[in-house]
């Protein structure tokens, strides 16, 4: 885990909403804790099950097991990251039935933070860092730190989501070691902050 300064803000308000207005929170359950919102919930046993396989699965993805230091490490952490979106999804087809459970929302957690992320990596690859690119097609060092510092970003949210779905699944994260995980306090400064349902009425 690194102090890092956000080079842009994940925007999960839609999904943030839905959580809050389709979940039904319980007095006991497994506590789901999400930026700016925690509930209970009684999974049910397919939503353990496939959570089990994604915590599996992903604790041995490579970006979720090591930090970046050089052009090939963020290659193969972007390459690692195309293998997790492509293991989620699949896994939303797997619970096509199942779209209104919390474990769906976790996931779409996951997708959309991804997707986000791409959408500045690819802006930053137009972006006029690029300018400054050396021989040999690498990075420019300023170039370097933005990547560092979103793939930062973005592992410490996949982290302490997946930390929710091990919550779902009954079961603790495997393999990965301790100086790579994350506790479970969200880096809210990461986040565009939600508007609070009166700041939403006031605007109607």
Same mark, same amino acid.
């Given at each position: 885990?690194?102090?890092?300064i956000p080079p842009f ?20 359950? =497994?506590?789901? *804790?999400?930026?700016?919102? $925690?509930?209970?919930?009684?999974? +049910?046993?397919?939503?353990?099950? =496939?959570?089990?396989?994604? =915590? ?6 490579? &970006? ?8 090939? /490490? ?6 690692s990251l195309q293998e ?8 939303? &087809?797997? !619970?096509?039935?199942?779209?209104? *459970?919390?474990?769906?929302? @976790?996931?779409?957690? !996951? ?9 500045? $990596? ?15 097609? %690498?990075?420019?060092?300023? *170039?370097?730190? %933005? ?13 302490? /989501? %997946?930390?929710? &779905? ?10 990965? &070691?301790?100086? !790579? ?6 880096? @809210? +400064?990461?986040?565009?902050?939600? %508007?609070? +349902? =009166? ?6």
């Open positions: 885990m690194r102090d890092i803000k994940f925007d999960l308000r839609d999904i943030i909403s839905k959580a809050r207005k389709e979940i039904n929170d319980r007095i006991s359950g =497994v506590t789901i *804790t999400l930026p700016f919102l $925690e509930f209970s919930v009684h999974p +049910e046993a397919t939503e353990k099950k =496939v959570a089990k396989e994604i =915590v599996i699965r992903l604790a041995d993805r490579r &970006v979720l097991n090591a930090f970046e230091c050089c052009d090939d /490490c963020i290659e193969h952490a972007l390459t997790i979106r492509s293991l989620l999804v699949n896994k939303q &087809v797997e !619970m096509a039935n199942l779209t209104n *459970t919390t474990l769906f929302l @976790l996931i779409e957690l !996951m997708l959309e933070a991804i997707r986000q992320f791409f959408t500045f $990596e690819e802006q930053l690859r137009k972006h006029k860092h690029i300018a400054l690119e050396l021989p040999g097609h %690498l990075r420019s060092p300023d *170039t370097k730190e %933005l990547y560092f510092a979103s793939l930062e970003m973005l592992r410490g949210h996949l982290h302490r /989501c %997946l930390l929710q &779905v091990a919550a779902i699944a009954g079961i603790a994260i495997p393999k990965i &070691v301790n100086h !790579m995980r994350y506790d479970n306090k969200w880096q @809210l +400064e990461a986040y565009e902050s939600p %508007l609070l +349902e =009166v700041e939403v009425n006031k605007k109607k």
